[in-house]
């Protein structure tokens, strides 16, 4: 069983920064691709960025430019550093890993504001 916790959400005036991280109690070894979704209120939950074990990155088309995964091999962390943030942008965060056994783990999620 893989745990994942994170950490890094808050209340941010618009243009302000967050940094968002996960630790993971896996091994990189099992894992596929670890990524940050978001869900906001009355809205599907979407991907805003992902990367693979070997560093290769996805990010939604909204926050290009603005939001930066990375992933710490060592401390086995992952952390999503997001500028520029938009209100839009509100919503609750979740971290989640791929495994190559074909199982997917969730946290518990994290909120982030962003006021006008």
């Known amino acids: 069983q893989v745990q994942l916790v994170e950490s890094g959400g808050g209340l941010v005036q618009a243009g302000g920064s967050l940094r968002l991280s996960c630790a993971t109690s896996g091994s990189i070894f099992s894992s596929i691709a670890m990524g940050w979704y978001r869900q906001a209120p009355g809205k599907q939950l979407e991907l805003v960025a992902r990367?693979?074990?070997?560093?290769?990155?996805n990010y939604a088309d909204s926050v290009k430019g603005r939001f930066t995964v990375s992933r710490d091999t060592v401390k086995n962390i992952v952390n999503l550093q997001m500028n520029s943030l938009k209100p839009e942008d509100t919503a609750v965060y979740y971290c989640?890993?791929?495994?190559?056994?074909?199982?997917?783990?969730w946290g518990q999620g994290t909120q982030v504001t962003v006021s006008s």
């Open positions: 989640n890993e791929d495994m190559i056994n074909g199982r997917h783990y």
């Open positions: 990367i693979s074990r070997g560093g290769s990155t």
